[in-house]
């Protein structure tokens, strides 16, 4: 036995050296790509050398996201010194003091605070409460739990470890057999699924929508505040969010029924919580605040993510707040918002030299996009960019990549920029048929309740279902809005 142990800690050990040494390969080859391109091209090029780089780092390290974006504002900040000193102090001023950095600084503070007063918890689990014991209405309650939270924090990662222990409790309610049950399968993939939905209504939801409304907002001039982005994506997100819990019910239909001591368990749940404390009344007052401030900022003209991130102070005050900062400082992704700075920086740069142009005309002429009428062009673009998802484990750098990309192939085609940015910017979110697409798939994949199999027969229908969705109801909702071109 310790032998056939000892051989296969040593296979193990050999696997993971050799996916060390094809990282190591992998990063060596983009830097000499990148050295070669600053060395020999103009900006545009220099500007896409730090894309490629950005990509390649952002993907094989993920733990080191901080250092990496870091190294990613100074290239660019190197680089567009050939702008005029006060072009560039405008890029760089506009990414720092613009609202949507730190509209996501103030959510995590939030977040945190949300999760740390309990808050968070309270509104998940009277919602879940609320809907009973009954099977089907768990699972939905699960996908409206995750709506409710939704707006709350920029990382879905955070409400993803929010909602995993209720999700448990759901579960373990009706004493079902870990990996046995359609049950927990449904609940599980239910918030799994829900989390990437829920993220694509709201602006501040997560990490990728403030950087594809900056491609937008560069690229035509549309201006997706948070009430605008509420308005494009939140009855589109509604809708899906109802056809995966019919598809979720579909395939993954209940084997147990309603009884009263399931019913009584899951409110007990809600009942451990005890009363609303004075912390959780702060941070729901500060919340509904910061709401009115980020829904109103096209008409007070303020600045509202500074205005949030200096009330968001009053969480530290002692006697008053719910947070330590000493606790909190450990607890905030620092990599997460340099990798949102990195992304907002980079795609200022590569909006302003349209780096992404190269690209798209040697794609475009290659796959011979020309020759295709703009309603298949744009049904083409879209079902292949949600399936492209399984390409990345970061829905942060596929925004960074992927909206610019669309953005010139769509000028190339001869229509409007949104015309294809703005339906890929509602997807971008969506990455639900791998555990590897985002940290979050991971976390309820870990629960052992699905199978990696179930999720991707899952995530494919899910997947083709948002696109669908997206070409039959959101491309006449959106000209309706007056978005798109009738």
Known sequence: MEASGGVFVDQAGRELGREEGAKLAATLLTLVVFLWVAATSSIRGQVLGVVLL???????????????????????????????????????????????LWIIVSGFILAEAMKTSGLAKRVALWIVSALGGNPDRVILSVALANL???PLSPSTTAKAFLLLPICNGLIEAFGVEKGRS??????MLMSMAANNICSTGFLTATVPNPISAEYIRTASGIDLGWLGWL??????????????????????????????GALERIRDLRRGLGPLSRGEVLVASLFSLFLLLWITEGLH?????????????????PGVGVLRIGGFAGEVPWGSIALFAASMFLAKAVGHWRAFDPVALSLFHHLGLSRLPPLPFISLTVLVSMFLHLAFTSTTVYA?????????????????????????????????ILPVNTIPNIV?????????????AYGLLTSLISALLILLIGLPYWRLLGLLQA
């Open 54 to 100: 950005a990509l390649v780092l952002w993907s094989l390290y993920p733990r080191h996201h901080l250092l990496s974006s870091i190294l990613v504002i100074a290239l660019l900040s190197l680089f567009q010194v050939s702008l005029s000193p006060g072009e560039f102090i405008d890029s760089l001023l506009s990414t720092y003091g613009g609202s949507g």
């Open 231 to 260: 308005r494009m994506a939140l009855p589109l997100t509604l809708i899906l969010l109802a056809a995966s819990w019919l598809l979720c019910r579909w395939m993954f239909r209940p084997e147990v029924e309603a009884t009263p």
């Open 148 to 150: 409710a939270v939704a």
């Open 444 to 456: 309820f994949y870990s629960s052992g309740y699905f199978s990696q199999r179930q999720m991707i």
């Open 400 to 432: 960074t990549v992927m909206i610019p990309l669309i953005i010139s192939l769509t000028r190339l085609q001869g229509l409007q920029p949104q015309a294809v940015a703005i339906p890929v910017a509602f997807l971008t979110p969506i990455a639900v």
């Open 182 to 187: 359609r049950y927990g399968a449904g609940v």
């Open 301 to 317: 003209g303020l600045n509202s993510g500074l205005i949030s991130l200096a009330l968001s102070l009053l969480l530290f005050l």
